[in-house]
């Protein structure tokens, strides 16, 4: 394998709901979800049926023919997001992707997207990206593509008659899960407008229910003119989508955009199997009530390393008080428990959207003593400041 990612955290075997095992048999309790996609934990009944019953039909008919499958999930898509028309894709970069194309049909020359932004790795989503760590090994990147700072006062400034649209996170999850000043959205909605700019909001991490709501632009009463999906979208199978609203769901036409596998009748069936599931079982609702509780009990444990929680429903954020996030996550994973450091000082947690009392409780235990035995370790000077 080529070297792009870290040496891994250990190897996994196999996993069930929101618990996974190594190959050497450590049971784990799985609070990353594979990065906010394993929407129905692992292995779920529903998941596994869906994937064997559709793979005995067909899997892949290439974009000449159109499968039932992927004409259901089309209506469902524009069901819950209230769009108009859907592009699948196979990934989240890739749905970032044909939002760039979507954007250049205006006809205007510049692209707008938030510092600290993720928007994937691929050139395109690499050039929307707000961190200049990923994007300098491989410049020049996408002409009139630019960052603003997460400010309305910086899109204010920013918005003019030639900026085609404006691609926003409304978390920035990489980012260690950091949310918009309030109102942002709403007054990006009516600043793009104002203009004649498209809005795509990048539901990637965000959608598909884990914030507690469908999506986050719908609970803050903004109707976007795109909007992109993927992880949470086919529960650990991979599949992306962009949704088009009004005029933009009809800029792209044949021709100008395509996927050899995007829409494929095993991802899409999977995908509806997926949704059908979270929506039959009530887990956008348990997103906000796990979420509610997990909050509860970080702030409850009264930590001198926990300065606060962020972000919503199951996608949440811990900001740290020192740069301890990794040597946390390590702690954490001794005991038991898989979390992630998206930044030196923010740990996310993304859990399954299944997850119920038990692991609430067995999450508090385990990250509690993480948190114990890391701040065991540090020393502190004369003055008071940690070291």
């Known amino acids: 394998m080529m070297p792009t990612v870290p040496s891994p955290l250990a190897v996994l075997s196999h996993g069930s709901g929101a618990r996974v095992w190594d190959v050497d048999g ?29 793979a005995g039909r067909v899997a892949h008919i290439s974009n000449y023919f159109a499968s039932e499958p992927e004409l259901a999930l089309a209506e469902r898509l524009t069901r819950l997001t209230g769009g108009d028309a859907v592009y699948f894709t196979n990934s989240g970069t890739e749905a970032i992707e044909a939002a760039v194309k979507l954007a250049r049909r205006t006809g205007r020359p510049r692209i707008l997207s938030l510092t600290s932004s993720f928007h994937g790795r691929t050139m395109g989503s690499l050039s929307l990206t707000g961190k200049p760590a990923l994007q300098d090994p491989f410049r020049p990147l996408l002409p009139g593509t630019e960052q603003i700072a997460p400010t309305i006062e910086a899109l204010e400034a920013a ?52 914030t507690g709501d469908w999506f986050v632009y719908q609970a803050e009463g903004v109707t976007p003119d795109a909007v992109a999906l993927a992880k949470g979208l086919g529960g650990g199978f991979p599949i992306g989508a962009l949704v ?144």
């Open 26 to 54: 450590t049971e784990y309790l799985d609070f990353l979800g594979g990065i906010a996609v394993n929407a129905l934990g692992h292995a779920h009944p529903v998941f596994v049926d869906a994937v064997a019953r559709q």
């Open 244 to 387: 088009g609203f009004g005029d933009a769901a009809r800029l792209l036409q044949p021709g100008q955009h395509g996927s050899t596998y995007g829409g494929n009748p095993l991802a899409t069936a999977v995908s509806g199997a997926v949704l059908a599931e979270i929506e039959d079982a009530g887990l956008v609702a348990n997103a906000a009530l796990r979420g509610a509780q997990l909050r509860d009990a970080i702030t409850g444990m009264g930590s001198p390393l926990v300065a606060g929680v962020s972000g919503r429903g199951l996608l949440l954020g811990i900001v740290l008080t020192a740069p301890v996030a990794s040597a946390i996550v390590a702690a954490a994973q001794e005991r038991g428990l898989i979390v992630n450091a998206a930044a030196d000082s923010r740990i996310r947690l993304a859990p399954p959207l299944i997850i119920g009392d038990a692991e609430v409780a067995e999450f508090a235990e385990k990250f509690a003593a993480a948190l114990t035995a890391v701040h065991a370790t540090t020393t502190t000077s004369p003055t008071g400041a940690t070291a």
């Open 159 to 210: 918005l003019a008659e030639d900026v085609a649209a404006l691609v926003v996170e409304p978390i920035q999850g990489e980012a260690g899960v950091v949310d918009l000043p309030a109102g942002y959205l709403a007054a990006a909605r009516d600043l793009t407008r104002r203009v004649g700019a498209l809005l795509i909001v990048d539901e990637i991490q965000t959608g598909i229910g884990r």
